[in-house]
């Protein structure tokens, strides 16, 4: 493996943003905290959790905690800790505006807009995120009990909202997709995801992204193409340092309707391959495969965590014949589909690290059981304006880069019901009703401070 | 005026006038109200593809830049560009005629502006401010407003037709493609 | 990055000011001071990329440009007092483009596809960097926008892609519809098939 080029200081990132935890850990709460006591009292409370907070230090064989334990602040909650709003105001301001007043922006409207949100997202209640993931639910409950007491022993701390997630069999998401495994290669940190994880090379190949597309202070992309090397812009010293941006996005999935829609329409399709269907409008098979490499079948046994498994690209599917233009993960990481090099693609890229919520609906139920179940969205990255708001407003909620006219990523849904979506073919079909499979609940957007910038939070001393 | 103003079938018109000093806020909030009561005027301009309204109220000057002096405008200037159809005199014609109440306030407010803003009177002084351009790009410059229209139209109804066509056989399919498509557009 | 836009305007989430959109278009205006060597190499470069198309040609092909134009001011034609008579002092280059996607989008694209492009238009201009890096590049233009007090489209919901792919789609289905009557079912049914095929990226 070649020698890395940057060195980062793990010891001063947060754990799990630049490498996952992995599937060992599979419940994760998401609690969010609202301070209500004065400044003071909520950096004592946040000192006590400074100790227990997991970095991005490697772990050796048979030191994996049993629990990790990572903490972000959204711009009320730095307000709340004390932080001066000049400081505030060096964040970015999409940071600082929060999500939910950008619902327009987003296509958070009609069922996704933030008037329907849950209790304690949105409207700026929510100031600390403590996400706790487990290895056994006795260790998960046990962290929990912790983390109730120390908020009850200082007092004057709520949390206005928490989600409890756990893993599915296989790694799969609620409309049945084996998720999550296609992440950023990151210089200095996961040279070895670049095939395919990286920017696509122009005569095939691949090179991994500058850390700084990731976590600030080290360079990004940008900075490779600057004389001066110039950093990205980011908050303040202490804050700004070995941190990164948090989007965090409680996604409903409404599976018996997803179902029932595919099937319906794969009635004219291709003699009636409902699962054939389903794979277009995903881009993989619900094994992972993705389509552009197997278009017809899917592959008996794929593993998407194999080397190579990740490595694909659309140069030689430009028209869409294989994976459709419009499919889901074409739209969200378009790799060299665009052209022009990767040139208009390679600067959005986000880690994701979400889970599913809820429990399974039985692959026989034949109508909706009310359950809340979906997906918990979180990513990581520089710029939430540049990567998570641009795929989201560009690419997933338009099809105008990919010449797909107005057409919106189909899986996610049109909130007027009037979408539809080409699948590519000699002759084409057109997929419609597009309904709305999935609805915003809520979310957050929040900074993840390094460890020295969490010690600074903590003592009053951030400015 | 020379043909670099033209591409295909398009014309790029550009009108730089100065804004009488003591009008500019009153020009600026105008301009701001246009879309308040309802579409743009600019709209009774159907060859219009495209038009802006903008008030340089100077040119921008840093410091740090290797300029060895400050260029300030006199006053703020006014400028007008609309991407049309066709010739110029004729779309001055019409400007001149349906933006009469708007010319006023827009015009009106500008140093040498005849006192009626509208007819002959308006499109020579329009004229006299014209600033030809130096390269114009169009991506489908063969093609009219209308023309525009009627395809995006036609586009919108394929789409319908194909989507719910799906299915049909060879004769329904040859009979609702005529119902809707048949004869010339 | 939070700026404020040069004429004051609140920036919008899509990163420019609100008035400088209708619909999906979104405007953009740049003027610029030009250096003495300008004078006469701009005029040349706009002969030249009138005359050749294929100077254009990845302009055309990003595809998200409706209509855009650069031109040169070097006197404004002179109205009477209080207005002052005279040439400039340096040439002024005006930019202006109507476009689809987001302001940020639409200069990272420039920047780094267009970089020898934005070099011969804005390497005359005083205070430009590089295209690249992007941050310098946006500063700059920030800086030197002008934020639209009016602006209008004659069809805001359209893009300049869709217009391009609805009029390909009239061309290949003119001659369908002329035959269409003619054929018989069986025939016209693969016609059908085959026009859709040869279309469907326009739909």
């Known amino acids: 493996m070649a020698r890395p080029t940057v060195r980062m200081d793990l010891g001063d990132i947060q754990g799990d943003v630049l490498r996952a935890y992995g599937n060992d850990y599979g419940s994760t709460t998401y609690a969010f905290v609202r301070i209500e006591c ?96 487990a290895k056994q639910p006795s260790d998960h409950q046990r962290a929990l009990g912790k983390m109730k007491v120390a908020l009850d022993t200082v007092g004057g701390l709520r949390i206005v909202f928490q989600e409890d997630t756990e893993l599915l069999e296989g790694s799969r998401e609620h409309f049945g997709y084996a998720d999550g495994f296609a992440q950023p290669a990151i210089e200095g940190s996961s040279d070895e995801k670049a095939r395919g994880g990286g920017v696509p090379l122009p005569k095939g190949g691949w090179r991994a992204l500058a850390p700084g597309e990731f976590i600030l202070g080290y360079p990004d992309e940008d900075t490779r193409v600057d004389p001066k090397r110039r950093l990205p812009r980011a908050p303040a010293d202490p804050l700004g340092r070995s941190g990164t941006y948090m989007v965090w996005r409680k996604l409903y999935q409404d599976v018996a309707l997803w179902r029932q829609v595919m099937r319906d329409a794969a009635a004219l399709y291709d003699g009636g391959d409902e699962h054939k269907l389903a794979a277009k409008v995903v881009g993989r098979w619900a094994n992972g495969a993705p389509l552009v490499k197997h278009p017809d079948v899917a592959p008996a046994a794929f593993d998407p965590k194999s080397r190579g498994g990740n490595d694909f690209r659309y140069a030689e599917d430009l028209d869409g014949m294989r994976c459709p233009v419009g499919a889901h993960i074409r739209r969200a990481n378009p790799r060299d589909a665009l052209g022009f090099e990767g040139h208009l693609s390679f600067r959005h890229r986000m880690i994701r690290r979400g889970m599913p919520y809820g429990k399974v609906l039985p692959e026989d139920a034949s109508a909706d059981d009310g359950a809340d179940r979906g997906l918990v969205f979180a990513s990581f990255q520089a710029s939430i304006s540049r990567q998570f708001e641009g795929v989201q407003v560009q690419w997933l909620n338009a099809g105008n880069i990919f010449g797909l006219g107005h057409d919106k990523d189909f899986l996610l849904g049109d909130p007027q019901g009037t979408g539809k979506m080409t699948i590519q073919g000699s002759p084409p079909f057109f997929l419609a009703p597009q309904e709305v499979f999935v609805r915003t609940r809520g979310g957050e957007y929040l900074f993840v401070p390094g460890m020295t910038a969490l010690a600074a939070l903590a003592d009053g001393t951030a400015g | 005026m020379g043909s670099s103003n033209v591409t295909g079938q398009a014309y790029a018109f550009m009108a730089m006038t100065p804004v009488k000093p003591a009008e500019e806020a009153a020009l600026a909030d105008y301009l701001h109200r246009l879309r308040d009561r309802g579409p743009s005027p600019l709209a009774k301009l159907e060859r219009t593809h495209f038009g802006r309204f903008l008030i340089v109220p100077d040119f921008h000057n840093d410091s740090s830049w290797k300029q060895r002096r400050e260029e300030h405008l006199d006053m703020p200037y006014l400028i007008f560009t609309s991407n049309f159809d066709g010739d110029l005199d004729s779309y001055l014609d019409e400007l001149c005629e349906q933006l009469a109440p708007e010319a006023k306030e827009i015009w009106g407010r500008c140093v040498g502006c005849p006192e009626s803003a509208k007819g002959a009177a308006l499109k020579t002084y329009l004229k006299r401010n014209q600033i030809d351009t130096g390269v114009f790009f169009a991506a489908y410059g063969d093609a009219t407003v209308a023309t525009v229209k009627r395809r995006l139209g036609q586009r919108e109804q394929m789409i319908e037709f194909a989507r719910t066509s799906q299915g049909l056989g060879a004769e329904a399919l040859q009979q609702a493609f005529l119902e809707r498509f048949g004869g010339t557009s | 990055m939070s700026v404020q836009a ?9 990163g420019t000011g609100s008035r400088n959109h209708h619909g999906q278009a979104i405007a953009i205006t740049v003027f610029s001071t030009i250096k003495w060597w300008g004078r006469v190499f701009l005029p040349l470069l706009f002969l030249v990329t009138r005359r050749l198309p294929r100077l254009t040609r990845t302009l055309r092909k990003l595809s ?67 295209p690249l890096p992007t941050a310098l590049f946006k500063a700059y233009i920030q800086v030197n926008e002008t934020e639209a007090d009016h602006y209008y489209s004659a069809y805001p919901q359209a893009t300049s892609t869709m217009i391009q792919r609805a009029l390909e789609l009239d061309a290949k289905l003119a001659p369908l519809k002329l035959e269409a009557e003619r054929m018989e079912p069986g025939a016209f049914a693969v016609a059908y098939r085959n026009f859709l095929t040869d279309v469907q990226h326009c739909l």
Do not use: C
Not at chain 1, 68 to 75: I, P
Not at chain 3, 66 to 78: D, E, G, L, N
């Open chain 1, 38 to 133: 004065p400044p003071e009292q909520a950096r004592a409370w946040f000192s006590g959790l400074l100790d227990h907070v997991t970095t991005a230090e490697p772990w050796r064989e048979g030191e994996k905690p049993v629990t990790t334990l990572n903490v972000s602040v959204t711009a009320a909650g730095l307000l709340a800790l004390g932080v001066s709003e000049a400081v505030v105001g060096s964040f970015s301001h999409e940071f600082r505006d929060g999500m939910a007043s950008r619902s327009q922006l987003l296509g958070d409207v009609g069922p996704s807009d933030p008037a329907a949100w849950e209790d304690g997202l949105g409207p700026g209640d929510a100031h600390v995120l403590l996400t706790i993931n």
């Open chain 3, 64 to 130: 998200f440009i409706h209509f855009a134009r650069w031109t040169i001011v070097t006197h404004p034609a002179y109205n009477g007092p209080p207005q002052r008579n005279g040439k400039l002092r340096y040439p002024h280059m005006y930019f202006e483009s109507n476009f689809n996607g987001g302001w940020e989008e639409y200069i990272d694209a420039f920047s780094h596809i267009l970089t020898s492009g934005m070099t011969a238009f804005w390497g005359s201009s005083y205070g430009f960097p590089k």
């Open chain 3, 6 to 14: 040069s004429s004051g305007g609140p920036i919008t989430a899509t």
